[in-house]
């Protein structure tokens, strides 16, 4: 029996949009000191997408945002709003939300980057979910777009094996339909922020040739550590977000965790206590693509007919900063 639910905030439309490149271990075994089996066992991963050159995370963002859209049923000109969670935007200035406004042809409306890493896209989402709620901007779209191929070392085997590009989207608007949010739960611990940083090109290390030679320009990650932080900050937000619904983790009937690492997925599950089997991945396909992998993945999920009419979805984040995020919704 159909229940009947109130109007919320809710996610009406979701789009994603992959570069067409293919970058398999087998050629990452030509660059790089590494092999196929190293990396499957070591992360899950066997493949991930590279944009092409002249594409840009904006490039990427526009045509999922176009793809939320359609399947929203709205046009460009029906947003209020727009937020771009990137750590890769297209320029400094103007922010990648202002190019996808321009490229998608959205009218003269706020528009926005937020940096919080792996974890942005879900501070965006929380961001819309209240300005929705608030009624001062009805319909916004969330994007998350990466192009981290452009921030990866690719002679540093402990990073380049473990990012793609890509983007996804949602649109967020009042709505009996969709995903609702019952909860959510963000943190960050800037003390650790040194284990996951490109610490060159801002205008504390502003790229010169001598950093340039260095490679400060690139992704650097103390591996081992960013790996016992992720399980330790995932698990505790997922857990946080649990509570402040007054939920216990066998109440969830999908997850869709940060793809950073088969194995931290794997830990998170058992200390959720949690099958795998409700765990979404595609980090096999795509690698980490940061802040756009848990748009894509909700994207592939919904599309898939994976997520079921009322169905308790959680969604956890974990990156750079550090920065960590869950989001219980109700589809
Ligand atoms: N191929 C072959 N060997 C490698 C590779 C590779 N690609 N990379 C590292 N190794 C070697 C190391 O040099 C090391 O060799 P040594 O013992 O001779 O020194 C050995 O493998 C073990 O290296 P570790 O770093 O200890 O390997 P570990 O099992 O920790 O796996 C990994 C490394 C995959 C990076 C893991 O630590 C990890 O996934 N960490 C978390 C990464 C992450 O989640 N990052 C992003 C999160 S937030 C965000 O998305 C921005």
Redesign the pocket.
Known sequence: MQRLRQSRPAIVGTGAYLPAKVLRNSD?ERM????DS??VE??GIRERRIAAEKECPSDMGAAAALMALERAGLAPNDLDLIIVAT?TPDTLFPSTACHIQQKIGARKIPAFDLQA??SGFLYGLVMAYHMVALGTYPTVLVVGAEKLSSIVNWSD??????FGDGAGAVIVQQSTQGGQMIAHDLGSDGSQGQV?TVPAGGSRLPLTPENIGEGLQF?Q?A??K??RL?IDAMETTARNCLKKAALQPEEVGYVIP?Q??M??IELLSERLHLPLKRFFTHLERYG?T?AACIPIALHEALTAGDIRPMEKVLLIA???GLTWASALLEW
Not at 32 to 35: A, G, P
């Open positions: 990452l790089v000191e590494t092999s190293w990396i070591r992360t750590t890493a792996c085997r402990n990073t380049c094996v473990l996951l992704i990650m591996g081992k960013v790996f992720a940060h950073a690492n194995r931290i980490n940061s974990f990156g750079g």
